[in-house]
C-alpha cells in the first residue's frame, strides 16, 4: 500500500510520555520530549548492561471512546530483531517509514540482532511526521506504548501520549465541520 504524498490536512502531536527501564538489561536510560521544527520531538539515548540477542516488541494504540470504553486500535507483537533487519517493511507501510525514519536518526543502531552492551544508542528530534501517515486521520487523542521484551524479562516500557488535530477546524466525531463551516 502506498499512500499519495501530499501536505497532510492534518497536524499529529506528542503529548506527554513515561517510560521505565529493566536495571538488570539497562545501564542508563533517558528520555525527553523537547520542543523542534513546530513538533514535541522525542530524543532518547540508551545503553544496554548487556549484549540483547533477541527482542519482542509489543505496540499498541488505544482512545477513549465517547461512552468511556477504551478502544484498542491496534495491538501488535512482532520479533525486534525482525523489525531491524526490515522482514516487516512489505506487510506495514506505517511501520516500515517509521523505522526509515529511525534508521536515518540513529546510525548505530544495527541492521541486525544483537544490540551490543555498552554501546549509546541515541534517537534524537523524532517527531510523528504527517507524510509518514495515511492521507486521512480523524481528530482523536491515543495513547500508545512500546515495550520491550527479552524473554520474560522485561527491558523497556515506554507510554507516549499524542493527539491528531485538523488543520482546517475542529471536526466531529462524524466528520462534520464546526458551524462555521471550517
Same mark, same amino acid.
Given at each position: 500500500?502506498?499512500?499519495?504524498?501530499?501536505?497532510?490536512?492534518?497536524?499529529?502531536? &506528542?503529548?506527554?510520555?513515561?517510560?521505565?527501564?529493566?536495571?538488570? &538489561?539497562?545501564?542508563?536510560?533517558?528520555?525527553?520530549?523537547?520542543?523542534?521544527? +513546530?513538533?514535541?520531538?522525542?530524543?532518547?539515548?540508551?545503553? $544496554?548492561?548487556?549484549?540483547?540477542?533477541?527482542?519482542?516488541?509489543?505496540?499498541?494504540?488505544?482512545?477513549?471512546?465517547?461512552?468511556?470504553?477504551?478502544?484498542?486500535?491496534?495491538?501488535?507483537?512482532?520479533? @525486534?530483531?525482525?523489525?531491524?533487519?526490515? +522482514?516487516?517493511?512489505?506487510?506495514?507501510?506505517?511501520?516500515?517509514?517509521?523505522?526509515?525514519?529511525?534508521? =536515518?536518526?540513529?546510525?548505530?543502531?544495527?541492521?541486525?540482532?544483537?544490540?551490543?552492551?555498552?554501546?549509546? $544508542?541515541?534517537?534524537?528530534? $523524532?517527531?510523528?511526521? =504527517?507524510?509518514?501517515?495515511?492521507?486521512?486521520?480523524?481528530?482523536?487523542?491515543?495513547?500508545?506504548? $512500546?515495550?520491550?521484551?527479552?524473554?520474560?524479562?522485561?527491558?523497556?516500557?515506554?507510554?507516549?501520549?499524542?493527539?491528531?488535530?485538523?488543520?482546517? @477546524?475542529?471536526?466531529?466525531?462524524? @466528520?462534520?465541520?464546526?458551524?462555521? @463551516?471550517?
Amino acid at each position: 500500500m502506498n499512500f499519495i504524498s501530499t501536505a497532510r490536512p492534518f497536524i499529529m502531536d &506528542f503529548d506527554s510520555l513515561n517510560y521505565e527501564f529493566n536495571p538488570r &538489561f539497562v545501564k542508563s536510560m533517558n528520555f525527553k520530549l523537547i520542543p523542534y521544527d +513546530q513538533h514535541n520531538a522525542v530524543n532518547v539515548s540508551i545503553f $544496554f548492561r548487556r549484549i540483547i540477542n533477541s527482542m519482542r516488541i509489543i505496540h499498541w494504540v488505544t482512545t477513549v471512546k465517547a461512552n468511556g470504553e477504551i478502544w484498542k486500535i491496534y495491538n501488535v507483537t512482532v520479533n @525486534g530483531c525482525d523489525i531491524i533487519a526490515d +522482514q516487516y517493511a512489505k506487510q506495514n507501510t506505517i511501520t516500515e517509514a517509521v523505522i526509515k525514519k529511525i534508521r =536515518e536518526k540513529v546510525p548505530q543502531l544495527p541492521r541486525k540482532c544483537p544490540f551490543t552492551k555498552d554501546t549509546e $544508542f541515541s534517537l534524537i528530534n $523524532f517527531y510523528l511526521d =504527517e507524510e509518514m501517515m495515511p492521507v486521512y486521520l480523524p481528530n482523536i487523542k491515543f495513547e500508545t506504548a $512500546f515495550n520491550m521484551y527479552t524473554k520474560n524479562d522485561y527491558l523497556i516500557k515506554i507510554m507516549l501520549n499524542a493527539h491528531v488535530e485538523s488543520k482546517k @477546524g475542529q471536526r466531529s466525531a462524524n @466528520g462534520t465541520r464546526n458551524k462555521n @463551516g471550517i
